[in-house]
């Protein structure tokens, strides 16, 4: 079972394993959608879960605003953890985690991801990534949203004044915003959508209540981290796998009973794709709801979890199945068009926009 550990207490080795990994993937391992790199094909993918080829949004989308938010995002987290191992021929390399409720200084200090060893430092007058394994002239954004033509790796760290559109975040989450949004019931509730009725994935997302959480993050980091293509900057993963190390503490509470996904099968009203049994697009097939719901049955644990009670023991749990293929390549038609894929809450809004973060 692979660990997947704190980034900040990664060794150097650890670090440099990771990053290097990374790389592989973005320039010796192959596109299997027909792209430049294999890196490139999970930017694509999660573009393309937002947004229809003619640059709309989709309606409803296949990972966000919806109950597939957890597994969608769990399955595209293990198959680029899966691919890593392959690239490095190291099949206990795992996805760090950034836990942004404790380490939250932009600059590189220790316990910082935004270290030179990890994921760099930008340029305090141009936000561009200047340091680091993902530095300018090194790390080439590809795959762009329609109307960006921007290549460089851009990140704003809290520092607004580097967004002129749209919704800005000068602070992370805090604790207090994680602890409740893990009291938070049920995992999703009709009409399986944003803002409607308080649930935990709508309020780890970030549509509902205080905190903001997940979309908070990507506003926070800014720059590569604001379009549909946000996986163009490696933190996105560390990120969603702190998201993802969160849905398993919310679905493993500290003594009291485990916790289920909903919309269960032929829940009517529920978007395709999101309900347990259906299969989760692009993939389809095999790759379900259900399939990305048991974190041990896909064999990864989190480093600070309490001792899991029946580890390997789950011989009728479904073993996730790795998509070795996207059937189709997604052309993309794009007009210009300012889209805003992540947004505050209207309880962080109505306290005041940006600041406000209790
Ligand atoms: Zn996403
Ligand atoms: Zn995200």
């Given at each position: 079972?692979n660990v997947?550990?704190?980034?900040?207490?990664?060794?150097?080795?650890?670090?440099?394993?990771?990053?290097?990994?990374?790389?592989?993937?973005?320039?010796?391992?192959?596109?299997?959608i027909?792209?430049?790199?294999?890196?490139?094909?999970?930017?694509?993918?999660?573009?393309?879960s937002?947004?229809l080829?003619?640059g709309?949004?989709?309606?409803?989308?296949?990972?966000?605003?919806?109950?597939?938010?957890?597994?969608w995002?769990?399955a595209?987290?293990?198959?680029?953890?899966l691919?890593?191992?392959?690239?490095?021929?190291?099949p206990?390399?795992?996805?760090?985690?950034w836990?942004w409720?404790v380490?939250?200084?932009?600059?590189?200090v220790?316990?910082?991801?935004?270290?030179d060893?990890?994921?760099g430092q930008?340029?305090?007058?141009?936000?561009?990534?200047?340091?680091?394994?993902?530095?300018?002239?090194?790390?080439v954004?590809?795959?762009?949203q329609m109307?960006i033509?921007d290549?460089?790796?851009?990140?704003a760290?809290?520092?607004?004044?580097?967004?002129?559109t749209?919704?800005?975040a000068?602070?992370?989450?805090?604790p207090?915003?994680?602890?409740n949004?893990l009291?938070?019931?049920?995992?999703?509730?009709?009409?399986?959508?944003?803002?409607?009725?308080?649930?935990?994935?709508?309020?780890?997302?970030?549509?509902?209540g205080?905190?903001?959480?997940?979309?908070?993050?990507?506003?926070?980091?800014?720059g590569?981290?604001?379009?549909?293509t946000?996986p163009?900057?490696?933190?996105?993963?560390?990120?969603?796998?702190?998201?993802?190390?969160?849905?398993?503490?919310w679905?493993?509470?500290?003594?009291?009973?485990?916790?289920?996904?909903?919309?269960?099968a032929?829940?009517?009203g529920?978007?395709?794709?999101?309900?347990?049994?259906?299969?989760?697009?692009?993939?389809?097939?095999?790759?379900?709801?259900?399939?990305?719901?048991?974190?041990?049955?896909?064999?990864?644990?989190?480093?600070?979890?309490?001792?899991?009670?029946?580890p390997?023991?789950l011989?009728h749990?479904?073993?996730?199945?790795?998509?070795q293929h996207?059937?189709?390549?997604?052309?993309?038609?794009?007009?210009?068009?300012?889209?805003?894929?992540?947004?505050?809450?209207?309880?962080d809004?109505?306290?005041?926009?940006?600041?406000?973060?209790?």
């Open positions: 079972m997947r550990k704190n980034q900040a207490s990664l060794t150097t080795g650890e670090k440099t394993a990771f990053v290097n990994a990374v790389l592989k993937l973005k320039t010796t391992v192959p596109s299997q027909g792209l430049t790199n294999r890196y490139d094909d999970y930017v694509q993918i999660h573009m393309d937002m947004m080829p003619d709309s949004d989709r309606v409803p989308g296949w990972a966000h605003r919806g109950p597939a938010f957890g597994p995002h769990r595209l987290l293990r198959n680029l953890e691919d890593l191992q392959d690239a490095a021929g190291d206990n390399l795992s996805l760090p985690y836990d409720t380490n939250q200084s932009p600059d590189a220790v316990g910082s991801p935004w270290t060893d990890f994921m930008m340029d305090p007058t141009t936000d561009v990534v200047k340091t680091g394994p993902f530095r300018q002239g090194v790390w954004l590809n795959v762009r109307g033509s290549t460089m790796l851009r990140r760290l809290g520092r607004s004044v580097f967004q002129t749209g919704t800005t000068a602070t992370l989450p805090t207090t915003n994680v602890g949004a009291l938070e019931t049920p995992y999703d509730s009709p009409a399986w959508s944003v803002g409607a009725a308080p649930s935990f994935r709508d309020r780890i997302e970030g549509w509902h205080p905190g903001s959480i997940h979309n908070r993050v990507h506003l926070w980091v800014g590569s981290m604001l379009p549909s946000s163009n900057d490696p933190i996105f993963f560390l990120h969603h796998c702190n998201i993802d190390r969160l849905w398993a503490q679905q493993h509470p500290s003594g009291l009973p485990s916790r289920n996904y909903v919309p269960i032929g829940t009517v529920a978007p395709d794709g999101h309900r347990l049994t259906d299969a989760m697009k692009p993939w389809g097939g095999a790759v379900t709801v259900q399939s990305a719901t048991d974190h041990h049955a896909m064999q990864y644990k989190y480093d600070d979890e309490p001792g899991v009670p029946h390997l023991a011989p749990r479904l073993a996730f199945p790795k998509w996207v059937p189709q390549k997604y052309e993309h038609q794009h007009h210009p068009m300012q889209m805003f894929m992540f947004d505050l809450s209207p309880e809004k109505a306290a005041g926009g940006h600041a406000r973060n209790q």
